[in-house]
């Protein structure tokens, strides 16, 4: 079967083959290797730039900026001592504290008990106190024949201190004074007043203790009641007919 002539297709063969300029396939390399170096532009770029080398976390500069994560085993040793050293330092501040707020208080407190429970014992409860003393001699009073004759019955006869404005306090002090002589003996002396149904007196105390004794001793325990002589219940100078201990070395011995 013959082919069938097509007159569009013979004009096109029959038509001289140009050549495309050089330019022009220049042109199109350059484009070629553009498309090629795109994708390793790319590639570079979405990495960015290198992260600079941290520094090495020790107990001095640690910040806590840097993750725990990211420690290494040495440098998780380092921040776990720092921590427990500002631990140390914040519970030492505390307790300072807590310390100056609370220690001058307890002190104070406990030195106030002590100054009282003192007092109580050396004024009170000693048996060489004042009061220990204003008792003895008021038994002594309560039980002597000649003061019985001269205020009351013993059962009947008060004794008590100076007299205050204070109702509180009436009937409460005791004048007293104490020294010490030149040869060591101490000296106590004391003054209170007694009164039943058949008067009122005075009464006088001396009490000494040489430094060889231990409890004090009665040198001087003397009433006076108005309008009749002193009633001596204890006197050492008549005793002794009022002589002095003689000197032995220097100082006095008894």
């Known amino acids: 079967?013959?082919?069938?002539?097509?007159?569009?297709?013979?004009?096109q063969l029959l038509r001289p083959v140009t050549k495309r300029p050089i330019s022009f396939q220049r042109r199109r390399a350059a484009r070629v290797a553009f498309s090629t170096s795109r994708p390793t532009q790319s590639t570079q770029t979405s990495k960015g730039p290198l992260e600079p080398k941290r520094r090495?976390?020790?107990?001095?500069?640690?910040?806590?900026?840097?993750?725990?994560?990211?420690?290494?085993?040495?440098?998780?040793?380092?921040?776990?001592?720092?921590?427990?050293m500002n631990l140390s330092i914040v519970?030492?501040?505390?307790?300072m504290t807590v310390g100056i707020l609370y220690i001058p208080s307890i002190i104070l407190t406990y030195t106030i008990k002590c100054g009282v429970g003192y007092f109580l014992f050396s004024d009170v409860f000693s048996p060489d106190s004042k009061t220990a003393h204003f008792n003895r001699a008021t038994t002594a009073i309560r039980t002597s024949p000649e003061c019985q004759r001269l205020l009351g019955p013993g059962s009947e006869i008060a004794a008590h201190g100076e007299a205050s404005w204070s109702r509180w306090a009436r009937n409460r002090y005791i004048t007293s004074s104490t020294e010490t002589d030149k040869w060591g003996t101490e000296h106590l002396r004391f003054r209170f007043y007694v009164e039943g149904p058949l008067g009122q007196?005075?009464?006088?105390?001396?009490?000494?203790k040489r430094p060889s004794q231990n409890e004090y001793e009665y040198h001087t325990l003397a009433v006076d009641v108005k309008g009749h002589q002193r009633v001596y219940l204890e006197n050492a100078d008549e005793k002794t007919g009022g002589k002095v201990a003689p000197k032995i070395f220097g100082a006095r011995w008894w």
């Open 91 to 95: 519970v030492a501040g505390i307790v």
């Open 1 to 11: 079967m013959a082919a069938i002539y097509k007159p569009t297709e013979a004009i």
């Open 56 to 84: 090495a976390v020790t107990i001095a500069n640690d910040t806590g900026a840097v993750r725990w994560s990211e420690l290494s085993p040495g440098e998780k040793a380092s921040r776990t001592v720092q921590q427990s």
């Open 201 to 208: 007196g005075v009464v006088h105390v001396h009490l000494t």
